[in-house]
Nanobody, 120 residues
Framework: QVQLVESGGGLVQPGGSLRLSCATSGIIFSMSKMGWYRQAPGKQRELVAT???????NYADSVKGRFTISRDNAKNTVHLQMLTLKPEDTAVYYC??????????????WGQGTQVTVSS
């Protein structure tokens, strides 16, 4: 079975840092496009960052220069290093995996989310 499990969320003060992790199982991780999304109360879920199987990263404008997405194919894990956190970063952060292969078609998986709260 496919599992994506996020960890590393918590409560931090503005200007602080957190490192989120997403451990995966049941997928061909090295062939997956990985991403982090977030959703604040009353808001739509939004893209934060993605990283391709070729290690190409993309970021939302709101987090460029502050967040870094990375992947460890040996551990089937994706990370999101978040620096200089702002109150507007407060949200539930979700891990996402997309696998699109000719033999299987497209599959999209989500973790359950981890809460990030930035408050003084």
């Amino acid at each position: 079975q496919v599992q994506l499990v996020e960890s590393g969320g918590g409560l931090v003060q503005p200007g602080g840092s957190l490192r989120l992790s997403c451990a995966t199982s049941g997928i061909i991780f090295s062939m997956s496009k990985m991403g982090w999304y977030r959703q604040a109360p009353g808001k739509q879920r939004e893209l934060v960052a993605t990283i391709t199987s070729g290690f190409t990263a993309n970021y939302a404008d709101s987090v460029k220069g502050r967040f870094t997405i990375s992947r460890d194919n040996a551990k089937n894990t994706v990370h999101l290093q978040m620096l200089t956190l702002k109150p507007e970063d407060t949200a539930v952060y979700y891990c996402n995996a997309v696998i699109d292969l000719a033999i299987t078609g497209r599959h999209d998986y989500w973790g359950q989310g981890t809460q990030v709260t930035v408050s003084s």
